[in-house]
C-alpha cells in the first residue's frame, strides 16, 4: 500500500494497562484518582455502594468534563446473595416548563455530535435551556439508601472533597478536554473564569508537575451535601442556590423539578446469553433493548478456542448493523439520523469483598455538558435537551417531563446455574457503547479471556446502519473479512480523535475479584482495596 493511502497513526506505541486483582474488592473508573477514592471507602469498612458513591463525587473534581453533580445516569446493582440485580434509574428527565417554542429551528441541518435540524442559537446544545433536571445525586442518594453500609456519608464524601479543595489537575489531557469545548466555555462568565485563566485553556508546565485548578463554589457544595445531607440538592439550600442561578442565566429548570427529581428503584431486566448466562441491564430507554437484539443475532456465531474469528467478526458487523436499522427506524424515520452518536460520558465499575457488584454509568452528555457552571454552587450543568429530536411532534420530541432515547448500558452478568463467576461492565462512548459491551462480554463469555486481555484486545465498532470501524491493528484477514461485509473504515484507538468506547470492568469468583479499564483512555485505571 503506497505511503499516502495509509490510514494515518498519531500514536506509535504498544499500550499495556495493568489489572488489578485482589479478595476485598476493586473499584475501576475512567480517573485513577475516582477509583483510589472508592477503594479508600471499601477499606474503610463501605461496601461496592459506598465505594461506588465515593467514586461518583470524586468524579466532580477530577473529571468534571464528563459528569458531576449536573448530570444524570443509570446503575445496576446486584447483592452477592442474590440472583437478580436491581437498576437505579436516575435517566435524564426535560423539566415540567420546558417548551418546544423555545427551539425554533433555522431551516439548516445541525452538524455537531450528530445530524439534525439546526436550532437557532444552538441553545438545545450550550446555554441554561440546554439544561434537564440534573438527577445524578439523586441516583447516588438512591444507591447509598438501598444498597450502602452504615459509613457515614462524611466519610464517603471525604475523598471527593480533599481532590475539590486540591483541584483539577492541569495536565496535558485536561489542557485537551478544555481546549476542545474553549469556543463556547468563554461564552459563560463562571465557566470562562474557571477552565479559561486569562482567556485561554490552562498549559501545563515544559517541566515538573502540573498545578492544579479550584472548580469554584464546587468545595463547598460538597462539604455543604456532607454536612446537610444529599437532599440538600434537591429541597434545601443548595436546591435553593441552584433554582436562583438557573433562573438568573434564563434557564427553566426550577424548585419545583428538582423537588420532584426523585431515583427510581426497579428489578433489572435480563438478556439470555447462549443459554448460559443472564445479562442484567438497564432496560427501558437505554441501549438494552438493542444490545438484546445483537445478542440474539450472534448467538450461533461459531466459537473456538483461538478467539474470534475473522468470520466472527463480519457477522458482527451484520448484525450489529441490522440491530442499528431496526433501533433507527423505531424512532421513526424523521429522527433515525439523530439518535446520539459521541457523547462525553463515564463508567465506573465495583465490586466488594463480599461480591456486591455496582456498575455506573453517567454524564452531562457533550464533554463539559452545557458548558454552563453555576457559580453558587460550582455545578457544571448537563445539555441534556440535545437528547431530544427540536422538530415538535416528531417521535423523542422535546415535551415537558420527556424521556428521551440514550445510549448508556451498564451491565450484571450472572450465569443461569446461580454460580460463579460474575461480571460488571460498561462504557462511555455515545452510540459506540453497545459495540464495546458485546465484545468485551463475547470475549470474556464466550472465549474466556482474562479481564486484562479483554482491555486490549482491538475491536471494530458499529455505530449505525451503514458502516463499521475496525481496529487498525485486527488482523489482516480479519480486516478483509469486515471488508466483505460492508463498508469498513479502518481508524486507531487513540485518545483523540475517539473512534472507540472506553469500557471498564471487573469479574469476581469466590476466590477473588479481577478488574480492568480500557487502555487507551489515559487517566483509567482499576484499583484493589488493600484491606
Not at 469498612?45 to 477530577?62: E, I, K
Not at 472533597?161 to 478544555?178: C, E, F, H, S, V
Not at 445479562?279 to 483461538?306: Q, S, Y
Amino acid at each position: 500500500m503506497a505511503a499516502a493511502a495509509r490510514p494515518y497513526r498519531s500514536q506509535n506505541w504498544t499500550l499495556t494497562k495493568p489489572a488489578a486483582r485482589g479478595r476485598h474488592g476493586i473499584v475501576v473508573s475512567q480517573s485513577r484518582e475516582a477509583a483510589e477514592a472508592g477503594a479508600a471507602v471499601l477499606e474503610q469498612g463501605g461496601n461496592a455502594a459506598d465505594a461506588a458513591v465515593a467514586a461518583c463525587f470524586a468524579l466532580a473534581a477530577v473529571e468534571p468534563w464528563n459528569s458531576g453533580l449536573g448530570g444524570i445516569g443509570f446503575a445496576v446493582v446486584l447483592k452477592a446473595g442474590e440472583s437478580r440485580a436491581q437498576v437505579v434509574d436516575f435517566g435524564p428527565v426535560a423539566p415540567r416548563r420546558a417548551d418546544p417554542a423555545a427551539y425554533p429551528l433555522t431551516g439548516e441541518m445541525k452538524k455537531d455530535l450528530f445530524t439534525w435540524p439546526e436550532v437557532v442559537g444552538d441553545v438545545n446544545i450550550h446555554g441554561p435551556l440546554s439544561f434537564v433536571t440534573p438527577s445524578s445525586v439523586a441516583g447516588y442518594a438512591k444507591l447509598k439508601e438501598a444498597f450502602g453500609s452504615k459509613l457515614p456519608l462524611a466519610d464517603i464524601l471525604a475523598p471527593a472533597i480533599a481532590l475539590a479543595k486540591r483541584g483539577l489537575p492541569a495536565d496535558w489531557y485536561t489542557t485537551l478536554k478544555i481546549s476542545s469545548s474553549a469556543s463556547v466555555l468563554r461564552l459563560y462568565e463562571e465557566s470562562a473564569r474557571i477552565y479559561l485563566p486569562n482567556g485561554l485553556p490552562p498549559v501545563p508546565p515544559y517541566q515538573g508537575s502540573p498545578g492544579f485548578m479550584t472548580l469554584g463554589s464546587l468545595p463547598h457544595t460538597l462539604e455543604r451535601l456532607a454536612s446537610a445531607g444529599l437532599d440538600d440538592f434537591y429541597r434545601g439550600d443548595i436546591a435553593r442556590a441552584l433554582a436562583a442561578d438557573i433562573a438568573a442565566a434564563g434557564g427553566v429548570v426550577d424548585a419545583q423539578d428538582l423537588a420532584g427529581c426523585t431515583a427510581e428503584l426497579r428489578e433489572a431486566p435480563t438478556i439470555d446469553w447462549r443459554g448460559s448466562h443472564l445479562v442484567h441491564t438497564a432496560g427501558g430507554l437505554t441501549a438494552a433493548p438493542t444490545l438484546e437484539r445483537v445478542v440474539a443475532g450472534m448467538a450461533d456465531a461459531p466459537i473456538d478456542g483461538d478467539g474470534p474469528s475473522p468470520a466472527w467478526f463480519a457477522g458482527l458487523s451484520e448484525v450489529m448493523r441490522r440491530a442499528y436499522r431496526e433501533r433507527l427506524d423505531g424512532l421513526g424515520a424523521a429522527t433515525a439520523a439523530k439518535e446520539p452518536g459521541d457523547t462525553c460520558t463515564t463508567h465506573l465499575t465495583v465490586v466488594d469483598g463480599e461480591g456486591n457488584l455496582v456498575t455506573v454509568t453517567t454524564t452531562l452528555l457533550s464533554s463539559m455538558g452545557s458548558r454552563v457552571v453555576l457559580p453558587a454552587t460550582g455545578v457544571l450543568m448537563n445539555n441534556g435537551m440535545m437528547w431530544f429530536d427540536p422538530r415538535p411532534g416528531s417521535a423523542n420530541a422535546i415535551a415537558p417531563g420527556a424521556r428521551p432515547l440514550c445510549n448508556m448500558c451498564p451491565v450484571v452478568v450472572t450465569p443461569k446455574d446461580g454460580g460463579w463467576p460474575r461480571l460488571a461492565a460498561g462504557s462511555s462512548g455515545g452510540r459506540r457503547i453497545l459495540a464495546s459491551i458485546y465484545q468485551t462480554l463475547a470475549w470474556q463469555l464466550d472465549f474466556g479471556m482474562s479481564t486484562e486481555e479483554t482491555a486490549h484486545q482491538p475491536r471494530i465498532d458499529v455505530s449505525g446502519p451503514d458502516s463499521a470501524s475496525a481496529d487498525l491493528r485486527l488482523p489482516a484477514e480479519t480486516l478483509a473479512a469486515l471488508d466483505e461485509a460492508g463498508p469498513t473504515t479502518r481508524v486507531e484507538h487513540s485518545v483523540l480523535p475517539i473512534n472507540f468506547a472506553c469500557p471498564n470492568f471487573v469479574r469476581v469468583d469466590r476466590d477473588g475479584a479481577e478488574g480492568s479499564s480500557d487502555a487507551a483512555s489515559p487517566w483509567s485505571a482499576a484499583v484493589a482495596a488493600a484491606r
